[in-house]
């Protein structure tokens, strides 16, 4: 027997059994799942913690400041934008409202984590300015080395010299993640000052100098850095939710 009517196209009605099916012909099946499970467990831990309750009051001021910046302030300006998006006042509120429950849950799901993940991440997400200089032999690596320190310009020799693409930007590569640095170069970089040139250093066939421009250090104050470490910790113990639900797709 046919499932209910999922959907209905030029009248003719999609059964939930044949959406199955045209989801595992596109091979999104699995990502449809993993949706609806995601969104269950976040849905489930709302409804049986006593501690995510949000005032009425954000909500609607959200709604408020919402309706604000995009000029929707006339009631019917309004209600033509929710019937265009596909949803009523309701939906929008409970949408709204959820988005806040959300927040609060990732914060106390993953507050007391934060600051022992932030350690573990943290050789990954500090930064540090360099410029270089790439030549293939450590003779003329060792010379360019000596003109330097004798007042020759780096940014020229960068230019005239190195073998790298970053010569045309004076040699200078940009913000570089400690954790990603070859070991030999993110040790004599961690105590060297900005300003100061080290090497050369042998990497990749080549010999480089380099130049330290500016230490970037990563911090929990930094807003954007701890809200993408409260994203990382929560889709793992979401991950961590979902592995041990028992799931079975039921479809004739």
Do not use: C
Not at 201 to 222: H, K, T
Request: aromatic share 8%.
């Amino acid at each position: 027997m046919e499932s209910l009517s999922f959907l209905t196209v030029d009248n003719q009605p999609i059964s939930i059994d044949k959406a199955v099916k045209y989801l595992q012909a596109s091979g999104k099946l699995s990502q449809f799942i993993g949706d609806i499970l995601r969104q269950h467990v976040i849905e489930q831990e709302i409804q049986t913690r006593n501690d995510i309750e949000i005032s009425p009051a954000l909500t609607e001021q959200a709604i408020i400041d919402f309706r604000l910046k995009n000029q929707l302030t006339d009631p019917q300006t309004f209600q033509e934008w929710l019937k265009n998006n596909g949803t009523d006042y309701v939906t929008f509120h409970t949408s709204v409202a959820f988005s806040f429950k959300l927040e609060k849950l990732k914060a106390l799901v993953t507050q007391p984590k934060l600051p022992e993940y932030f350690v573990e991440r943290k050789i990954f997400l500090d930064r540090v300015i360099l410029s270089r200089i790439a030549v293939d032999n450590r003779e003329l690596s060792e010379e360019l080395q000596t003109q330097i320190e004798e007042g020759g310009s780096f940014e020229q020799l960068a230019k005239e010299y190195s073998l790298a693409e970053d010569r045309i930007v004076n040699g200078m590569m940009g913000p570089i993640s400690r954790g990603t640095m070859p070991d030999k170069l993110r040790a004599v970089i961690d105590v060297a000052t900005p300003g100061q040139l080290v090497g050369p250093i042998e990497l990749d066939g080549n010999y480089s100098l380099f130049r330290v421009e500016q230490f970037l250090p990563a911090s929990l104050e930094d807003t954007q850095l701890k809200q993408a470490l409260q994203n990382e910790l929560f889709e793992k113990w979401l991950a961590e939710k979902i592995q041990k639900l028992t799931v079975k797709l039921q479809v004739s």
